[in-house]
């Protein structure tokens, strides 16, 4: 069975410094990748997803995260953080276009001032 | 504009009622899902449907039900059964001759049960 690990269930770096979430995930077949955010009592919103081709993909708010398929992670970076990245963001897979999503536990992002 | 639409956003409920959560897509996709959001837990599948009138449980399908009569509705019910309902719950789909792959999701709505 596939599952999804996010190193750090909180994470709090300052403002314009360097933000790293990390997600490694266990699966037999390559999977397909996404990265989430959610801010307080709404909805998940994609920032990014791999699913074929370069394996460094650029989203949304200046997200952009690497798939290494030897270390099985896509960990999530962006150079300098805002205060409005502060939320939680999820790490899932897939392992069929489409289907059978699995979600990690969530890391939650503050930005200090 | 495309999306999925919950409601209500916010609910409060007497212990031991049942209560209808409503999940409505106009993005033609056929997969729909339901999920529970604890504090510290992530995302747990409840429901999902990948067909009209066709539904498999999830991971945390006791003491919910749900219906998939048409396309772009899928409707939760929590019933008396489901021992700790507080918490907040988000509908998403996926899938069809336009999937890009991703899980779309609606805002949520989040029960309180008293």
């Known amino acids: 069975a596939q599952s999804v690990t996010q190193l750090g269930s909180h994470v709090s770096v300052s403002e314009g410094a360097l933000v790293l979430l990390r997600c490694n995930y266990s699966?037999?077949?390559?999977?397909?990748l996404f990265w989430y955010v959610q801010y307080p009592n709404q909805g998940l919103q994609l920032l990014l997803k791999?699913?074929?081709?370069?394996?460094l993909v650029k989203g949304i708010n200046g997200f952009e995260a690497e798939f290494k398929k030897s270390e099985t992670s896509f960990h999530l970076t962006k150079p300098s953080a805002h205060m409005s990245d502060a939320a939680e963001y999820f790490c899932?897979?897939?392992?069929?276009?489409?289907?059978?999503?699995?979600f990690g536990p969530g890391t939650r992002l503050s930005v200090l001032p | 504009d495309g999306g999925i639409t919950q409601s209500p956003k916010y609910l409060f409920r007497k212990e031991g009622q049942n209560v209808t959560l409503s999940c409505e897509q106009n993005?033609?996709?056929?997969?729909m899902y339901w999920y529970r959001q604890d504090p510290g837990q992530g995302l747990r599948l409840i429901y999902y449907?990948?067909?009209?009138?066709?539904?498999q449980k999830g991971d945390i399908a006791e003491g919910y039900s749900v219906s998939r009569e048409k396309k772009e509705s899928f409707p939760l019910t929590v019933t008396s059964a489901q021992k700790n309902p507080t918490a907040f719950y988000l509908c998403?789909?996926?899938?069809?001759?336009?999937?890009?792959?991703?899980?779309?999701f609606g805002e949520g709505s989040r029960l309180t049960v008293l």
């Open positions: 993005l033609n996709h056929d997969a």
């Open positions: 791999y699913t074929t081709g370069a394996t």
């Open positions: 449907s990948q067909i009209v009138n066709d539904f």
């Open positions: 998403a789909s996926t899938f069809g001759p336009e999937s890009t792959g991703e899980l779309f």
């Open positions: 699966s037999s077949v390559p999977p397909y």
């Open positions: 899932a897979v897939s392992l069929k276009y489409g289907q059978n999503f699995v």
